[in-house]
């Protein structure tokens, strides 16, 4: 009878925990080792002039970027890509700025040309940004702006670099805890344990927890212009991220696209000028 009870308990409870433990750590794993991504484009594709740079994190990393010169302005735009991307991705979407801004492009951590293998979706990432701001800092520049799609754009927030005039954030989550959210959506019963497995991998093995990588946390105290734009019907990091980080900064600007998914805002007619029309007044 023992024994039968014994099977009964592990086909109910202990096989589906382990199993639910295991997978938890493979969707850990599949997270922070993304597959590279290089893209084929670069600046010579827009008849931009460039250059290959790269530049050194505090933590011994080597990043690599391009700088877009503009002989005609002494103001420059830190561009951010998103998760598992790389700087070209972005770079189609982002070319206008070069019309009146110096340019810096670059790949984070374990993206792209950069070393590192590790991808912590923004909260080592904020290390990433505050070395190109360095960068840039060393070449003279003081009026410094950024752009940042998605986990570029948390990543920016996380930094909270005191060096940057103003910020344009496409799509970033307010809190990563929300963003793996996302991933468990259709788990029912499972997501929040499956989540917390999540967390758990993160602080054994990264030694963050996911509620330590939240921009809503930075962006209430930040005094800087900020402009926010999130497409509502974006399924992979709701639109509702948005509405947490505008309430956390009331003076945030907010920009609702009507359609489109994750990284369509671009398409929205509102979009290339309303970012001109952001720079132009605060950078």
């Not at 997978?23 to 599949?30: M, P, V």
């Not at 890509?81 to 189609?92: A, C, E, I, R, S």
């Not at 967390?199 to 962006?219: E, Q």
Request: hydrophobic share 45%.
């Amino acid at each position: 009878m023992k024994k039968i009870i014994t099977a009964i308990v592990a086909r109910i409870i202990i096989y589906p925990l382990a199993i639910g433990v295991l997978f938890s750590l493979y969707i850990f794993i599949l997270y922070i080792f993304p597959k590279r991504s290089v893209s084929p484009f670069t600046p010579k594709q827009w008849a931009m002039e460039y250059q290959d740079v790269a530049f050194t994190t505090r933590d011994g990393l080597k990043l690599k970027g391009w700088f877009i010169p503009n002989k005609k302005s002494n103001k420059v735009i830190i561009v951010c890509h998103g998760y598992p991307m790389d700087k070209g991705d972005v770079l189609g979407v982002t070319e206008f700025f070069a019309r009146g801004y110096n340019l810096l492009y670059f790949d984070f951590r374990a993206m792209g040309k950069s070393q590192g293998r590790i991808s912590t979706s923004g909260w080592r990432e904020k290390e990433d940004f505050l070395s190109a701001v360095r960068f840039l800092k060393a070449k003279g520049f003081s009026d410094i702006g950024a752009f940042g799609f998605s986990m570029g754009g948390a990543a920016i927030f996380l930094a909270n670099s005191p060096d940057i005039k103003c910020i344009v954030s496409d799509s970033s989550y307010a809190a990563l805890e929300a963003a793996v959210k996302v991933i468990f959506k259709n788990f029912g019963f499972l997501q929040d344990p499956l989540i917390k497995m999540v967390n758990l991998w993160a602080r054994l093995f990264l030694r963050f927890d996911l509620n330590s990588a939240a921009p809503v946390k930075y962006i209430a105290g930040m005094k800087i212009p900020i402009l926010l734009i999130h497409c509502q019907t974006d399924t992979h990091i709701p639109f509702t991220q948005a509405l947490q980080l505008h309430q956390a900064n009331p003076q945030s600007q907010l920009l609702l696209i009507r359609e489109g998914d994750h990284g369509e805002s671009v398409l929205s007619a509102e979009y290339e000028p309303r970012i001109l029309k952001f720079f132009r007044d605060n950078l």
